[in-house]
C-alpha cells in the first residue's frame, strides 16, 4: 500500500535523504496509520461486545490511542517539515523526536492500563465467550498490526524516523496483545483456565518494556547523546582518504533532526601547503561528508609544522 501510494504521490521516492521525500512519506504512513487503527477499533470493539473478552474490548481502545499516536506522528511531519525562520534558524525537525517520546508514553499508559485490568480479572474472573467472527476479526487484525510494523519499521529506517520506529514497536506490541486475545478466545472453548487475564498481564509487561525502550531512544536523541560508532567510522573513514590530514580534532555532531546534522571539526594540516590547496582540502572533505553522511560540515583547518 505504501509503496504504491508513493509511486503515485513522491517523486524521486527513492531519495530517502531528501526532506521533501523524508516528509512525504512520513505523512503517507501517518494517514495510513490513522485510518486502519480506526476500522480495527470499529471491528475489536464489536469483537469484544460479542464475546466478552476484557482482552479484546481493552486492545480495541489501545486502536484508538495507536490512531491518536498516528496522528501525533503526522503533526509532527509537518511541524518539522517547516522552513527554517528567524525564531527556528536551524528548523524544527526535532519535532520527530518528541513525537517518538509521546508515543512511548502512550505506550507506557497503555501498559499501565492493560496491566491494571488484567490483576483485576485475575482477582474476579469473567467468563470469554467463544465467537468465531471475534476470533476471525482478531485474526485480521494481527495481519494489520504486522504489516503496520513492517512498514513503520522499514519507513523508519529508511528515513531515519524515531516517530516511525516507535510506532513500529506499537503495532508489534499490538499484534502481541491481539494473539492473546485470540488465543484466549479459542481456549475457552475447551478450558476454563483464565487465559484471557494471564495473557494479557504478560504482554502488559512487555508493552512496559517496550515503552521505556522507546522512551529512552526519544530522550537520548532530545538530549543531544553522543553520535552513533556507525558515523564516527564513517567519519573516520572520509579523513582517510585525504593523506594531506594529519590528524583531526574537537569532533562534534549537533542534532537538530534527522534530516538537519551539523558536523564540526578541526583538521590539522602541515603549514607547508598553500592557502590555495588548503581550501581545496577543506571544501572536498565537505562535499564528502555530504554526499556519505547526509550532514552538513564545518571544518576549521589549521597549519601545523611537521
Given amino acids: 500500500m505504501i509503496s504504491l501510494f508513493s ?3 513522491i517523486r524521486e521516492r527513492k531519495n530517502f535523504s531528501s526532506p521533501a521525500v523524508r516528509k512525504a512519506y512520513g505523512l503517507i504512513c501517518s494517514i495510513t496509520g490513522i485510518l486502519l487503527n480506526f476500522l480495527l477499533f470499529f471491528f475489536k470493539l464489536a469483537a469484544g461486545s460479542v464475546s466478552g473478552s476484557v482482552a479484546v474490548t481493552v486492545d480495541a481502545f489501545h486502536n484508538l490511542t495507536d490512531m491518536g499516536s498516528s496522528v501525533v506522528t503526522f503533526i509532527s511531519f509537518v511541524v518539522s517539515g517547516q522552513k527554517k525562520s528567524k525564531k527556528y534558524p536551524f528548523g524544527k525537525g526535532r519535532a520527530e523526536y518528541i513525537a517518538g517520546f509521546i508515543i512511548a508514553i502512550v505506550l507506557i499508559t497503555a501498559g499501565i492500563q492493560l496491566a491494571k485490568t488484567s490483576i483485576l ?7 470469554v465467550t467463544f465467537s468465531v467472527f471475534s476470533v476471525a476479526i482478531l485474526i485480521v487484525s494481527i495481519l494489520v498490526k504486522i504489516y503496520m510494523s513492517r512498514f513503520n519499521k522499514y519507513y523508519g529506517i529508511k528515513i531515519d524516523s524515531a516517530a516511525l520506529k516507535a510506532a513500529s514497536l506499537d503495532c508489534l506490541c499490538d499484534s502481541i496483545a491481539t494473539v492473546i486475545a485470540a488465543a484466549a478466545i479459542v481456549f475457552s472453548k475447551f478450558t476454563d483456565f483464565n487465559l484471557d487475564a494471564f495473557g494479557g498481564l504478560a504482554v502488559s509487561l512487555f508493552i512496559l ?4 525502550k522507546a522512551a529512552k531512544d526519544a530522550i537520548d536523541m ?9 558515523l564516527c ?3 573516520v573513514s572520509i579523513l582517510g582518504m585525504f593523506p594531506e590530514i594529519l590528524r583531526a580534532e574537537n ?4 542534532d537538530y533532526g534527522p534530516d538537519n546534522k551539523i558536523i564540526t571539526l578541526n583538521i590539522f594540516v602541515s603549514g607547508s601547503l598553500t592557502f590555495t590547496r588548503s581550501h581545496e582540502i577543506s571544501d572536498a572533505l565537505t562535499e564528502k561528508i555530504k554526499s556519505e553522511t547526509s550532514c552538513e560540515a564545518v571544518v576549521k583547518m589549521i597549519p601545523i609544522n611537521n
Avoid at 480479572?121 to 467468563?127: D, G, L, R, S
Avoid at 532530545?222 to 556507525?230: D, F, H, K, L, T
Fill in 222 to 230: 532530545i538530549m543531544g547523546a553522543a553520535p552513533s560508532e556507525g
Fill in 251 to 254: 569532533l562534534a555532531i549537533h
Fill in 209 to 212: 518494556y517496550a515503552g521505556c
Fill in 7 to 9: 509511486r503515485i504521490f
Fill in 233 to 235: 567510522k564513517k567519519l
Fill in 121 to 127: 480479572k485475575i482477582i474476579t474472573p469473567e467468563p
